[in-house]
């Protein structure tokens, strides 16, 4: 009982450290770009697959396969495959002199445009960046990510009828607060996804 409430609040450090995604994303088109296009009208239903590239503002997300489907609201759908799916996307500025990102892959992700959530199933992995260095981590089965609350809930694996354990890794704290903030990160791995893949006119 005290490792799983360890767990829960490794997991929910993490979710605080990851502040949600640059807002003004969510007013920018959705754009996607493939090698194959197969669509259905009526269904509302397309398959996007070879090099699927998603884009809206800042958020990206590269995988093998994508299926759009679009409700009668409007609303889109993306599940992307790939081996694995990588997903970025920059958030809201907070620290002047620190560019910070998230950073996500799994082998499955889904984007439910109406609530704003991406999950990431199986060998799920997110993560925040700060100039580039990966500060903190956390990973599991499936995670579930909210882009708007940065809110995110990890699962591990089940395993012959037993949930295995989910990981985080959190940057220790800085030890002065003025020259963090006026300074580049030292420390982390690099980020995952770090350059753009965005096609230019």
Excluded at 5 to 18: F, T
Excluded at 81 to 91: A, D, I, L, Q, T
Aim: overall charge positive; charged content about 25%.
């Amino acid at each position: 009982m005290q490792i799983r409430h360890l767990l829960i609040g490794l997991a929910a450090a993490c979710a605080a450290a990851l502040a949600q995604a640059e807002s003004a994303d969510r007013n920018k088109p959705i754009e996607i770009v493939a090698n194959h296009f197969d669509g259905d009208e009526i269904k509302q239903v397309a398959i996007y697959t070879g090099n699927v590239e998603v884009h809206q503002g800042t958020m990206e997300i590269l995988g093998n396969k994508l299926q759009l489907v679009i409700s009668p609201e409007g609303y889109r759908t993306l599940t992307v495959w790939g081996n694995p799916v990588r997903m970025k996307e920059r958030r809201d500025p907070k620290t002047k002199g620190i560019d910070e990102w998230v950073h996500a892959s799994s082998l499955v992700a889904v984007y439910e445009e109406q609530k704003d959530i991406v999950t990431l199933i199986d060998v799920a992995k997110l993560a925040r960046s700060e100039n580039g260095l990966v500060k903190d981590s956390t990973e599991g089965d499936k995670i579930i990510y909210n882009l708007r609350t940065a809110r995110s809930y990890v699962e591990g694996k089940v395993v012959e009828g037993k949930r295995s354990r989910v990981s985080t890794v959190l940057a220790p704290r800085p030890k002065n607060k003025q020259s963090s903030e006026a300074q580049a990160p030292k420390s982390g791995a690099r980020a995952p996804l770090s350059g753009s893949t965005r096609l230019e006119p």
